[in-house]
């Protein structure tokens, strides 16, 4: 059982800030990448951050320069900074990890959501 929990959620002005964090718990051995998931209503869901085990980084265009994604391996978290937020980026925003369970086994994980609200 691995079991993945958004923090940081809320509601901010344009133009804030928040920060968000996902925990990694449960049975695993390591995590692979990790990443930022969003979906708006009545909009697809979209890749927002990407970040692999050895920290290289992706982003949508959307919000690069805006938003930043890292992770604390001895803690198995992944943050998502999002600075100079704009109503369009109000979602609910996922965060994923690629897990390894065993040698060359690995299960992609999702979390249940946390709603991040943009608005004056």
């Known amino acids: 059982q691995v079991e993945l929990v958004e923090s940081g959620g809320g509601l901010v002005q344009p133009g804030g800030s928040l920060r968000l964090s996902c925990a990694a718990s449960?049975?695993?051995?390591?995590?692979?990448?990790m990443g930022w998931y969003r979906q708006a209503p009545g909009k697809e869901r979209e890749l927002v951050a990407v970040?692999?085990?050895?920290?290289?980084?992706e982003y949508v265009d959307s919000v690069k320069g805006r938003f930043t994604i890292s992770r604390d391996n001895a803690k198995n978290t992944v943050y998502l900074q999002m600075n100079s937020l704009k109503p369009e980026d109000t979602a609910v925003y996922y965060c994923?990890?690629?897990?390894?369970?065993?040698?060359?086994?690995?299960?992609?994980?999702w979390g249940q959501g946390t709603l991040v609200t943009v608005s004056s």
């Open positions: 994923d990890a690629e897990v390894k369970r065993a040698a060359m086994k690995y299960l992609k994980v």
């Open positions: 970040i692999t085990s050895g920290d290289r980084t």
């Open positions: 449960g049975s695993f051995l390591s995590i692979n990448t």
